[in-house]
């Protein structure tokens, strides 16, 4: 089974210009989630998919941060324009349902994002 | 806030000892602690779940507890491998569907 697919892995950018991000989750799995990674720091939740809706972006900067989820399974993340703080792995994430019960969260590899 | 805390300095073992880890978690009483590994330029990788009922978790060399009164986890790893060298990071859920993450408490295992 193939596991949650991430692209492009490695991103290098100029500030102020934009970058997208690509997932697409594991086969069946209707909960979608972005993670936000810089050095040395967990993983803090940017927004969360239930199917195609967005239950959960309280923690999305949203002045430059779009999200969407169209048909319930790929998903892109959008940075524009992008700020030198951007600079951090940004994760893909789902799981069958949502944790609250705990159920596991499977990770893709990451996209590496350098703003300079 | 609601916050999950790890060592952050590297803890460095001699292969075959038994590597323990910490979590503590302030604010809030997570229903759930789960423990992931990250290797570098990798994702997380699910490890173990361990509820607030339940004492203590295993799995293979892996031990989890949970102690509630002390609002802390530990994480052991017996015999410890090279190969169990790693980033270990422990997150916290429950309520909201609301995962928080520690940052995380690198591993080495020396031969």
């Known amino acids: 089974e193939a596991g949650v697919v991430q692209s492009p892995r490695y991103k290098i950018i100029e500030k102020k210009q934009p970058v997208a991000f690509w997932c697409n989750p594991i086969?069946?799995?209707?909960?979608l989630y972005w993670y936000r990674q810089n050095l040395g720091q967990g993983p803090e939740l940017l927004i969360r998919y239930e199917n195609e809706e967005a239950v959960d972006d309280s923690q999305l900067p949203k002045d430059r941060f779009s999200a969407e989820r169209l048909k319930g399974v790929d998903s892109t993340l959008k940075i524009q324009p992008a700020e030198l703080g951007d600079s951090a792995v940004y994760l893909c994430a789902s799981s069958s349902t949502g944790t609250t019960s705990g159920n596991t969260i499977y990770f893709g590899e990451g996209s590496w994002l350098t703003v300079v | 806030s609601q916050k999950i805390e790890q060592n952050s300095e590297a803890l460095n073992i001699q292969e075959g000892k038994t590597a323990t880890l910490t979590c503590n978690y302030t604010?809030?009483?997570?229903?759930?602690l789960q423990w992931y590994r990250q290797d570098p330029g990798r994702g997380p990788v699910f490890l173990l779940l361990i509820r607030e009922n339940e004492k203590e978790k295993r799995k293979e060399r892996l031990k989890v507890t949970f102690d509630t009164t002390l609002k802390q986890s530990l994480f052991h790893i017996t015999a410890s491998q090279p190969a169990d060298s790693a980033t270990y990071l422990c997150a916290g859920g429950g309520g909201y569907n609301k995962l928080i993450f520690g940052a995380g408490t690198r591993l080495a295992v020396h031969p």
């Open positions: 086969s069946g799995h209707n909960t």
């Open positions: 604010n809030y009483s997570p229903a759930y």
